[in-house]
T-cell receptor
């Protein structure tokens, strides 16, 4: 799910399957990362966050993995549901404590 | 507890007009952030404000754009003499403080269309 060109990367899964959305970040100084979900016509909604001193964090049906060596972040959604269909953005805080830098997003489509 | 509120939700302006976008943060939040989103892109940071203070406006275009967060009332993002390239979704977020790991709560956005 990395950003390529002008079009959103897309991921299409069947309902009930697990989804994995990937994100590459650029700044090795970034110390805080967030995944947001954005449904059509709405603002981003917080899903889960992780600090740079961790490599894994779990929430309800979601897990975020952080690999600082290769500057890679992933979001795993278990038992994906139609309501999970949205654009998913990773965002990083490059040390400012307030300024978030967003990736270009991945469109997740869940087929019933 | 109401979330972040933005109005208007949709705004249409002709080239050369002014656009005023309003953001009311969540109750108890004194930190406001504005982001701009172009189609099929992620959000881009514009400005960070606290009450009566602009903390960081490094993402704001140098001309025509201004932001304020007065002691009373909503935060305002003002765009003067709009051009077609200003067409975008503008999102406001708020947080109770700017300490590390403080989640920013986003509003529904204002979609600006410049004709």
């Amino acid at each position: 799910g990395e950003s390529v060109g002008l079009h959103l990367p897309t991921l299409s899964v069947q309902e009930g399957d697990n989804s994995i959305i990937n994100c590459a970040y650029s700044n090795s100084a970034s110390d805080y990362f967030i995944w947001y979900k954005q449904e059509s016509g709405k603002g981003p909604q917080f899903i889960i966050d992780i600090r740079s001193n961790m490599d894994k964090r779990q929430g309800q049906r979601v897990t975020v993995l952080l690999n600082k060596t290769v500057k890679h972040l992933s979001l795993q959604i278990a038992a994906t549901q139609p309501g999970d269909s949205a654009v998913y953005f990773c965002a990083e805080d490059e040390g400012s404590n307030y300024k978030l830098t967003f990736g270009k997003g991945t469109l997740l489509t869940v087929n019933p | 507890n109401a979330g972040v509120m933005q109005n208007p939700r949709h705004l249409v302006r002709r080239r050369g007009q002014e656009a005023r976008l309003r953001c009311s943060p969540m109750k108890g939040h004194s930190h406001v952030y504005w982001y701009r989103q172009l189609p099929e892109e992620g959000l881009k940071f514009m400005v960070y404000l606290q009450k009566e203070n602009i903390i960081d406006e490094s993402g704001m275009p140098k001309e025509r754009f201004s932001a304020e967060f007065p002691k009373e009332g909503p935060s305002i993002l003002r765009i003067q003499q709009v051009v077609r390239g200003d067409s975008a979704a503008y999102f406001c977020a708020s947080s109770p403080s700017a300490r590390p790991n403080n989640e920013q709560f986003f509003g529904p956005g204002t979609r600006l269309t410049v004709l």
